[in-house]
């Protein structure tokens, strides 16, 4: 017989869930998938912001940039035009002091470096030779009148006798050019007196010229000659002084124009750095030849030099005013460049910097006359290396204090 509990009709608790179960395992998987589903598109918008954040950071940082430079501001004025040149200052006349007589030096009255004037005693010769010849002339004088007086009387005598014809013509006429001698004799005599005076006042040495005095050559007790060659002193005269300096032949016309227009042309001369001015004098001349080893000419400054800011000797740079320009567009000589198409400068415009060619014809004073650059633009004075057509700008006032250097 077969066994009721193995029939076919039967469902064992093993092979069939229950359906409320089988619907919770569907929901728990669902809600599974939904949290992964926005998990994983939360971790891609965060990849996608992070990815649009860096390619916004690598936009800013390869944007271009403004570059920060100096600009100033073009301005029309004068420019000067200068001459220039290195000179030597020389004394307006310079003068060695001889004595005219031999003799023992007796005494110096002056100081080493002092200014004398013309007329000043500076030394004394021993005047006691001088003095002796001076009275021997004198005497001989004397001899020679008496003798003349002694001639003239016998001539008186002899007139009287020929005149009565006792005496010889002869007698009359010798005795005639006696006196005559004796008229010579003395006038040699006087020419002696006159000679011993001058050499006596020669033993008094004076200043011949007004300056200044400097080192003494000779010691008091010493002999000192007319013959000698080194002098007492040198005398230089220091108001007025001159300027000796050079210029390039080519622009020997233009100066020579103005001095033929009788044009006085100011000179300033410069200390060895041509910084600070000295002293402001005339042209005076310019020198008959060119020197043909340097192709230079010599041209000659006066200075009254009322302070004694130049002394023989020195140089100094000199600059020579030829002509002022009018109404030039001026820029510092910072603002330009060379490249190779030529000289050119950087022009800020609503901060983008544009080249542009310009030709410097004038520079003075740290300042450029330029052409193409209209007064009141902005010119980059600093910075350009770093410039191109088109860059932007950061414009910014130049460093330091006063801007150009203007010419004094």
């Given at each position: 017989?077969?066994?009721?509990?193995h029939?076919?009709?039967e469902?064992?608790?093993?092979e069939?869930?229950p359906p409320?179960k089988?619907?919770?395992l569907a929901?728990l998987?669902?809600l599974v998938?939904?949290?992964a589903?926005y998990?994983?598109?939360?971790?891609?918008?965060?990849?996608?912001?992070t990815?649009?954040?860096?390619?916004?950071?690598?936009?800013?940082?390869?944007?271009?940039?403004?570059?920060?430079?100096a600009a100033?501001?073009?301005?029309s004025g004068?420019m000067?035009?200068?001459l220039?040149?290195?000179?030597?200052v020389?004394?307006?006349?310079?003068v060695?002091v001889?004595?005219r007589v031999?003799?023992q030096?007796?005494?110096?009255?002056?100081?080493?470096?002092?200014?004398?004037?013309?007329g000043?005693?500076?030394?004394?010769?021993?005047?006691?030779?001088?003095?002796v010849q001076?009275?021997?002339?004198k005497g001989?004088?004397a001899?020679?009148q008496?003798?003349l007086?002694?001639?003239?009387v016998n001539?008186s005598r002899?007139?009287?006798?020929?005149?009565?014809?006792?005496i010889?013509?002869?007698q009359?006429d010798t005795?005639t050019?006696?006196?005559?001698q004796?008229?010579?004799a003395?006038e040699?005599?006087?020419?002696?007196?006159g000679?011993?005076?001058?050499?006596?006042?020669?033993?008094?040495?004076?200043?011949?010229?007004?300056?200044r005095?400097?080192?003494?050559?000779?010691d008091?007790?010493n002999i000192?000659?007319a013959s000698?060659?080194n002098?007492?002193?040198?005398?230089a005269?220091?108001?007025p002084?001159?300027?000796?300096?050079?210029?390039?032949?080519?622009n020997?016309?233009?100066?020579l124009?103005?001095?033929?227009?009788?044009?006085?042309?100011?000179v300033?001369?410069y200390?060895?750095?041509?910084?600070?001015?000295i002293a402001?004098g005339?042209?005076?001349?310019v020198?008959n030849?060119?020197?043909?080893t340097?192709g230079?000419s010599?041209?000659?400054v006066?200075?009254?030099?009322s302070?004694?800011?130049?002394?023989?000797?020195?140089?100094?740079?000199c600059?020579?005013?030829?002509?002022?320009?009018?109404?030039?567009?001026?820029?510092?000589?910072s603002?330009i460049?060379r490249?190779p198409?030529?000289?050119?400068?950087?022009?800020?415009?609503?901060g983008?910097?544009?080249?542009?060619?310009v030709?410097?014809?004038?520079t003075?004073g740290?300042?450029?006359?330029v052409?193409?650059?209209?007064p009141?633009?902005l010119?980059?004075?600093?910075g350009?290396?770093?410039l191109?057509e088109n860059a932007k700008?950061?414009?910014r006032a130049?460093s330091?204090r006063?801007?150009?250097?203007?010419p004094?």
């Open positions: 017989m077969a066994n009721p509990a029939t076919g009709d469902i064992t608790p093993m069939t869930a409320k089988r619907r919770s929901w998987w669902l998938l939904a949290g589903g998990g994983g598109y939360r971790i891609y918008q965060n990849l996608q912001q990815k649009q954040k860096a390619a916004a950071t690598q936009a800013r940082a390869m944007a271009p940039r403004a570059v920060p430079a100033v501001p073009s301005r004068d000067p035009v200068y220039r040149g290195l000179g030597t020389t004394a307006f006349n310079t060695v001889k004595s031999d003799g030096l007796m005494a110096v009255h002056y100081t080493e470096g002092q200014f004398v004037k013309a000043d005693l500076l030394a004394e010769i021993d005047p006691r030779p001088y003095q001076l009275e021997q002339a001989q004088l001899r020679d008496a003798q007086n002694d001639a003239k001539l002899y007139q009287a006798l020929w005149d009565e014809k006792v010889a013509k002869q009359l005795q050019a006696m006196v005559g004796f008229d010579g003395i040699s005599d006087k020419a002696t007196i000679n011993a005076q001058l050499q006596l006042t020669y033993a008094k040495i004076t200043a011949p010229i007004t300056g005095i400097g080192l003494r050559q000779v008091v007790g000192v000659h000698d060659q002098g007492l002193a040198t005398i005269q220091m108001q002084i001159t300027v000796l300096f050079t210029i390039p032949a080519d020997l016309q233009p100066v124009k103005k001095l033929r227009a009788g044009v006085k042309l100011p300033y001369a200390d060895r750095d041509d910084v600070n001015k402001t005339t042209l005076l001349t020198d030849t060119i020197d043909p340097t230079t010599r041209l000659k006066e200075f009254a030099n302070d004694f800011s130049l002394f023989p000797n020195q140089f100094v740079n600059r020579l005013l030829l002509d002022v320009k009018r109404g030039l567009t001026l820029i510092p000589s603002a460049q490249g198409q030529g000289t050119f400068v950087f022009v800020a415009d609503n983008v910097a544009h080249m542009r060619p030709n410097a014809s004038i003075e740290g300042e450029a006359a052409d193409s650059v209209k009141g633009e010119v980059i004075t600093d350009q290396d770093k191109q700008v950061d414009v130049p330091g006063g801007g150009p250097r203007r004094k």
